[in-house]
């Protein structure tokens, strides 16, 4: 079955990026290659992860580095699950991830907007019970 395998993030930094995936997501390190003297293949994915990860993506131009921190205009562009929202929201605000507003409570789970070191907006969200069996099965996204 085709699945998802990567997304990338744009970084200014490797290992800047990698300390807070790692120390305030707690993602695990996946694969750390060096290309060359510039470029590495870096991919992050959370514990368990089994099919989508990250690949954390050096900015190589000026373009690119325009769009560090904003790749998506301002708009929430990725979606960490988990299955304990509680837990993982008060660990990663311990490990110093700024969440925009309070966990809120809608129709499709527990949600709270945070922004990772560069600014790019995500979702920390716990899905309904009965919305995560459903979600894997889902062959069209809502609008």
Do not use: C
């Not at 060359?36 to 293949?41: E, G, N, S």
């Amino acid at each position: 079955m085709n699945h998802l395998g990567l997304v990338a993030v744009v970084v200014r930094d490797y290992d800047e990026a990698i300390a807070f995936y790692r120390d305030a997501l707690g993602f695990d390190l996946v694969e750390d290659t060096r290309i060359d003297d510039t470029k590495r293949w870096v991919v992050v994915a959370p514990p368990g992860a089994r099919e989508t990860a990250v690949l954390l993506a050096k900015a190589a131009t000026d373009e690119e580095q325009a769009r560090v921190g904003n790749q998506t205009g301002g708009r929430v562009g990725w979606f960490l699950n988990t299955d304990a929202f509680d837990r993982d929201y008060a660990r990663m605000r311990a490990a110093g991830v700024v969440f925009e507003e309070a966990p809120r409570h809608e129709p499709y789970g527990t949600v709270a907007v945070f922004r990772d070191l560069y600014g790019n907006r995500w979702d920390l969200i716990q899905p309904r019970r009965e919305d995560r069996a459903s979600a894997r099965g889902r062959r069209r996204l809502a609008p």
